[in-house]
């Protein structure tokens, strides 16, 4: 009946080939609730039937909430309606569709041929059937034939799929569409840059790009393009499955205005982009890179340069998933971020130093493994920090276990200059210290507060170690010390150990069940209050000795 589907809010029809047309014009003209329509890969001939009933006069069709539009892979699509009509979609902001189904849609059908004749009927029109479209979607688009010019300068997001079909010279084709203040470009194949030959005018209106899938696209644009005059007013530039893309190099006067820039998933990327682009970055305040399997380096290196690289505004940097980075830099080049404050660093196993020259971070307190991480870590600069993270990522695999050691040089710098920085990483369950040869001890009782998961400690071939705990005479004694989990200790071949712990103050091991010592000549006590210096003089003195002997002669 007439009034059916009244109340009818979505209406969403896909892959019914054998369907011909959607609906009858006497309920089509009653849909005025209908806020969301969508039909695809279908074999709908028309989208609204004569039906019966329906007198021999013009139709008109008002859909007043309409907000978003789908049509799309309708391949048999004849018309929107076989009788004279028209159409108005007073709210639809979203429009999704193919050159097929765009004008029919609108009721434009004749458009074409009036925009031949020159009448300027066309935007007249297009402004009364769809006053406040905002983002347009085309799908398969491989020439320009499709459309008429001039019909949607309103509009603000403009997204263009290609099909994969060879790139035409597709910006001054869409200024004469619209002239968006977004732009996505996917599916095509570009094989000297991004085409834009002709008559670039003046700057668009562009200030977002988003560039994804496009084939055969080594380098965004020659150097004698006019692309980075069209685009002069970017300001937000994503690169997405672009895989044969070298780097993002352009002239320095192309991205002068570029605030925020992401890449993602580029496997023939091997760096971002030259040191004197990264420069022309001035109001860059994020990077994000991520996925970009074969990226060694953010900034290439080429060769010598002197002066430093300012990255004067950047804010945000965000490295992820990259499995190759080994630095932002290779070389001695000198970097200054002055308002560089948030650095992510998330799956970069290769990623052990940030660049070798001089680096200036004044406002950076923190490295994030994650998005999400509210606290981060900091070991005092962002080199030393990197390579914080490289310890807490586990030598075994493990991130409750740790190892400091010789033979992991970045662990034992750390540990000397912060050691603070490694136990507030995590709650770790076991620490390795292995050919320690610089270090006299390992821990004072402050830095035992950390340690309240601690179930083992094992500590081999420290030579100059003489303690492993020892008391500092500045530290509080507010605290009591407790290795509530503690309950195996190794000390082997530690030939200038004389004692586990070095203090006055009470320890408890409730615990503590598997005690092994090997090879530790000097050891007489496994805990004194008195230095081994002080042992030797009580002893010339003949005063005795307090501490208790934990090693006969046998």
């Known amino acids: ?9 979505e209406l969403s029809v896909s ?75 007073p709210m639809l902001k979203k429009l999704t569709t193919d050159g097929s189904a765009l004008l029919m849609l609108m009721g434009l059908e004749d458009v074409r041929i009036q925009e031949r004749k020159g009448n300027g009927v066309a935007a007249l029109v297009v402004e009364e059937v769809i006053p406040n479209l905002e983002q347009l979607e085309l799908r398969h688009l491989s020439d320009e034939g499709q459309f008429p010019l001039n019909l949607f300068h309103h509009v603000k997001v403009l997204k263009v799929n290609g099909g994969f079909g060879d790139g035409f010279l597709i910006f001054p084709f869409l200024r004469k569409i619209c002239n968006p203040e977004c732009l996505d470009l996917e599916c095509f194949s570009f094989r000297d840059g991004l085409p834009c030959k002709g008559d670039v005018g003046t700057p668009s209106r562009i200030k977002e790009l988003n560039l994804s899938n496009l084939r055969n696209l080594q380098r965004m644009w020659r150097k004698d393009s006019e692309l980075g005059h069209i685009l002069s007013n970017l300001q937000t530039l994503r690169v997405m499955f672009c895989h044969d893309l070298i780097n993002i190099g352009a002239s320095s006067l192309s991205f002068k205005n570029l605030t925020t820039l992401k890449v993602s998933n580029c496997a ?3 760096n971002l982009a030259t040191p004197l682009i990264v420069e022309s970055l001035v109001q860059l305040t994020t990077m994000e890179v991520s996925n970009c399997t074969k990226m060694t380096e953010i900034v290439a290196h080429e060769g010598d340069y002197r002066q430093t690289i300012v990255v004067g505004k950047l804010k945000c940097l965000k490295l992820s998933e990259l499995q190759s980075l080994t630095s932002f830099c290779r070389g001695s080049y000198a970097f200054n971020f002055p308002y560089l404050e948030e ?11 940030f660049s070798e020259g001089v680096l200036n971070t004044p406002q950076l307190q923190s490295v994030k493994l994650y998005s999400f991480d509210k606290k981060g870590c900091w070991a005092g600069d962002l080199n030393s920090t990197l390579q914080l993270l490289n310890i807490k990522k586990g030598q075994y695999g493990r991130n409750d276990h740790l190892t400091i050691s010789n033979m992991f040089p970045e662990s034992i710098e750390i540990w000397k200059k912060n050691p603070r920085a490694i136990l507030e990483l995590k709650n770790l369950s076991q620490m390795n210290f292995y050919r320690c040869s610089s270090l006299k001890y390992i821990f004072t009782l402050s830095m035992l507060l950390s340690l309240k998961q601690l179930e083992r400690i094992d500590v081999q071939e420290c030579n100059t170690m003489e303690q492993v705990i020892r008391e500092d005479e500045e530290e509080a004694t507010t605290h009591e010390f407790t290795f509530t989990r503690l309950f195996y200790v190794k000390l082997e071949a530690c030939f200038n150990l004389t004692n586990f712990y070095l203090g006055s103050r009470a320890l408890e091991f ?5 005690i092994r010592i090997v090879r530790c000549p000097k050891m007489t006590a496994f805990s004194s209050s008195i230095s081994r210096e002080s042992e030797k003089v009580i002893g010339k003195q003949g005063m005795g000795d307090n501490t208790t002997t934990l090693f006969c002669h046998k």
């Open 15 to 89: 892959r019914c080939e054998i369907l011909k047309n959607l609906l009858p014009a006497s309920i089509a003209k009653h849909l005025l609730q209908l806020e969301d329509l969508s039909i695809s890969d279908c074999g709908v001939e028309e989208i609204v039937s004569e039906g019966k009933g329906v007198e021999d006069q013009p139709v008109r069709f008002e859909f007043p909430k309409v907000s978003s539009i789908q049509v799309t892979s309708l391949k048999e699509l004849k018309c929107f309606y076989k009788g004279q009509h028209t159409i108005v979609w």
């Open 1 to 9: 009946p007439p009034n059916s589907f009244q109340h009818l809010r």
């Open 343 to 353: 650095v992510v660093v998330e799956v970069c196993p290769k990623l052990k130093i």
């Open 268 to 270: 023939m990327m091997t």
């Open 510 to 514: 409730p615990k503590l069940s598997d």
